[in-house]
């Protein structure tokens, strides 16, 4: 059973800094494009950071020079750094693993809440 599990959120003042973790296990994690979404009360979800196989990543902009995502295969751990936060990146962040190998696969977290007070 693929199991996703999301830790370090919380609550934070503007300007703070937060680490994600997700710890991915019954998957072939090195095999995973792993995402970090995040959807705030009343909005869509959207894809916040990605990390590739080889490791290359990509960030949507409202968070560019901010977030870092890194991975870590011999954890089967991801991670989702987040410095100068704002209260606009207040959301529920939600871990993503895209199987690469077989017939496509999606795989959810349960979601970490991040709160920035102003």
């Known amino acids: 059973q693929v199991q996703l599990v999301e830790s370090g959120g919380g609550l934070v003042q503007s300007g703070g800094s937060l680490r994600l973790s997700c710890s991915a296990s019954?998957?072939?994690?090195?095999?995973?494009?792993m995402n970090w979404y995040r959807q705030a009360p009343g909005k869509q979800r959207e894809l916040v950071a990605v990390?590739?196989?080889?490791?290359?990543?990509d960030y949507a902009d409202s968070v560019k020079g901010r977030f870092t995502i890194s991975r870590d295969n011999a954890k089967n751990t991801v991670y989702l750094q987040m410095n100068s936060l704002k209260p606009e990146d207040t959301a529920v962040y939600y871990c993503?693993?895209?199987?690469?190998?077989?017939?496509?696969?999606?795989?959810w977290g349960q979601g970490t809440q991040v709160t920035v007070s102003s």
């Open positions: 990390i590739y196989r080889g490791g290359s990543t």
């Open positions: 993503n693993a895209q199987l690469q190998i077989g017939p496509p696969r999606d795989y």
């Open positions: 019954g998957i072939s994690f090195g095999s995973c494009v």
